[in-house]
């Protein structure tokens, strides 16, 4: 994936208070191994983490978080979106890029060696 295979927070959260300006090209959990990702957390425990994942690069988190953690987010590069409802958000952005084709997985067809389709 190239650089240009990143996406902006604000094409999907225009509007909504963020802080930051970092892109993300994969959506994950706060334990993600994958580079520039975008998570949500709805605790401080997931907050923590997602903080400490040097793979992370955006959270979606609730305004009573963010206050909350405001001292460890001030030390942090990361960006993030304030949302009523992060995992709903999260996976309502999922839907979306997975229904525009912009992530996914694409399966490629595959007959076995020893296998044979019934003429039926």
């Known amino acids: ?38 998570v949500f957390a709805e605790s401080t425990f997931y907050l ?7 793979c992370v690069s955006v959270i979606l988190l609730t305004e009573d978080l963010l206050q909350q953690c405001a001292a460890q987010i001030k030390q942090t590069d990361k960006s993030f979106v304030v949302l009523k409802s992060p995992k709903y958000e999260f ?20 007959l076995g060696s020893n296998c044979r389709i019934h003429p039926s």
């Open 1 to 38: 994936m190239s650089a240009s295979d990143s996406f902006q927070i604000d094409d999907f959260f225009a509007g909504r208070k963020s802080y930051g300006d970092n892109q993300f090209r994969v959506l994950s959990n706060v334990e993600s191994t994958g580079e520039s990702s975008l």
């Open 48 to 54: 923590e983490t997602a903080l400490a994942n040097s």
């Open 91 to 110: 996976w309502k952005l999922h839907n979306l890029l997975v229904e525009k084709q912009l992530i996914g997985i694409k399966p490629e067809g595959h």
